[in-house]
C-alpha cells in the first residue's frame, strides 16, 4: 500500500519534536512538518502569487489549532473549501479544552481530537498505522 504521509503543523519545537518520535516509533516513515499556518497552506494548495505547485499531498494533516500567521481553524477552513483537499482526513491536535474550539472544527467535519502531548495511544486509537 502507498503511504501518503501525514502533515504535522506544529509550531512549538518540542511537541513536534515529540509527534516526530512518537511517529517515527509507530512506523511512519513519511512525516512533513509546516511550522505555520500559512506554510501548511502554501504545501497543501500552493502559492498563486509566486505561481509554486502544492508540495505535500498528506492522508492525513494533524493540526495544531494555536498557530502563528494563520491559526488552525483558518488552516482547516482552507482545507475544507479547497476541492484537491476538501475530503483529508485532518486530526487535530490540541491542549485546549475549550468546548467552542471543538464545536467550530465539528462544524468544519473533524471529528477526531488528539490530546497534547501526542502520543502512541493516539496513534493506536486513530488508526495512523
Do not use: Y
Not at 512538518?33 to 497552506?41: E, I, L, Q, S, T
Amino acid at each position: 500500500m502507498d503511504d501518503p504521509g501525514i502533515l504535522l503543523v506544529e509550531d512549538n519545537g518540542d511537541d513536534e519534536w515529540l509527534a516526530l518520535r512518537v511517529l517515527k516509533k509507530a512506523g511512519v516513515s513519511q512525516v512533513t512538518v509546516a511550522r505555520d499556518g500559512a506554510a501548511a497552506v502554501r504545501m497543501l494548495h500552493g502559492d498563486e502569487r509566486s505561481g509554486a505547485a502544492a508540495t505535500c499531498c498528506p492522508g492525513v494533516v494533524l493540526l495544531d489549532l494555536r498557530l502563528p500567521r494563520l491559526d488552525g481553524i483558518e488552516v482547516l477552513k482552507r482545507i475544507r473549501g479547497d476541492e484537491r483537499t476538501k475530503g483529508t482526513r485532518v486530526v487535530v491536535l490540541t491542549s485546549s479544552e475549550d468546548p467552542h474550539d471543538k464545536a467550530q472544527c465539528r462544524e468544519l467535519g473533524v471529528t477526531e481530537f488528539c490530546s497534547k502531548p501526542f502520543t502512541t495511544q493516539c496513534i493506536a486509537e486513530l488508526g495512523l498505522v
